[in-house]
């Protein structure tokens, strides 16, 4: 049920990380995998791995944040291949700091790539699909859509508004036959983790939050994207799959424990 054989997929931000391992993922599976990316060598290299591996692929250079780029390689896509069966949206960035010292430039930066440019996916890749009456799209969510954590405010916003549009949208092209889903990882070691992971306190903080004790791979976000684009799915529509070791289930066994000692504490 996993097999994508005479699928096509797009995966917008395959240059590196969790989209890489997205598009390596599909194309191991039997995809067709167009890979966009504004990282033109990163996505070279994502083709060529495709490619030597014995799949196919072909790379764009486009800009999540600008809808004309998105909206050109899906149509382009959907044009040269016949179909659009799976789509997927990855790019994040993130500006680590409290709100109050947020700038204007830095809340731009944040916005533009993670809701405006998931928007753009969901939005260019459900006209087509909309149109062909099937398809699976999929974009990354994040812990911080549930989990807090201070200096995150801006980033754990988007990834929740992700989310929340994950499941309207889902609600909206259910009834033509196409299901909207994301993944919400844990810590992760890509590109964006870098920061956190330079510091070895700070790296092993995260691990101790997670059930697993350890951080994720890329890879390891694959397995979860294949299934959401693949015929096993089939009844998966407008939900947010938590990939993240156990991190919010330990998180709210942790508030239900300070619940229970806050209620006693309030009768005895």
């Given amino acids: ?157 988007t990834k929740a508004a992700l989310a929340q549009m994950v499941r309207v949208f889902g609600a909206e092209l259910g009834p033509l036959g196409v299901r909207v889903n994301a993944i919400a990882p844990g810590p992760v070691e890509t590109a964006l983790t870098v920061p956190i992971r330079s510091s070895s306190a700070w790296a092993n903080a995260y691990s101790e939050k997670v059930a697993l004790r350890r951080w994720a791979k890329p890879a390891e976000i694959a397995g979860p994207a294949v299934f959401l684009a693949s015929d096993a799915a089939s009844y998966v529509n407008g939900e947010v799959l938590y990939v993240d070791g156990g991190w919010v289930d330990l998180d709210a066994d942790f508030a239900d424990e300070k619940a229970v000692e806050t209620d006693t504490a309030a009768t005895a």
């Fill in 1 to 157: 049920m996993l097999d994508l054989t005479g699928k096509v997929a797009v995966v917008v931000g395959a240059a590196s990380g969790i989209g890489r391992a997205i598009a390596i993922g599909l194309a191991a599976q039997g995809a067709v995998v167009d890979c966009g990316d504004l990282d033109t060598v990163g996505v070279e290299e994502t083709v060529a791995t495709i490619v030597a591996a014995g799949g196919t692929a072909k790379a764009a250079t486009m800009d999540v944040r600008l809808s004309a780029d998105v909206d050109g390689l899906l149509t382009r896509v959907a044009a040269e291949r016949g179909q659009l069966d799976i789509a997927v949206g990855t790019p994040g960035i993130n500006v680590r700091k409290p709100l109050i010292d947020y700038t204007d430039d830095e809340y731009n930066a944040v916005t533009d790539v993670n809701l405006r440019g998931g928007f753009h996916v969901l939005r260019g890749a459900g006209r087509i699909m909309a149109a062909q009456g099937s398809g699976s799209i999929i974009v990354i969510s994040s812990i911080s859509s549930r989990a807090v954590e201070p200096g995150q405010v801006i980033y754990a916003g």
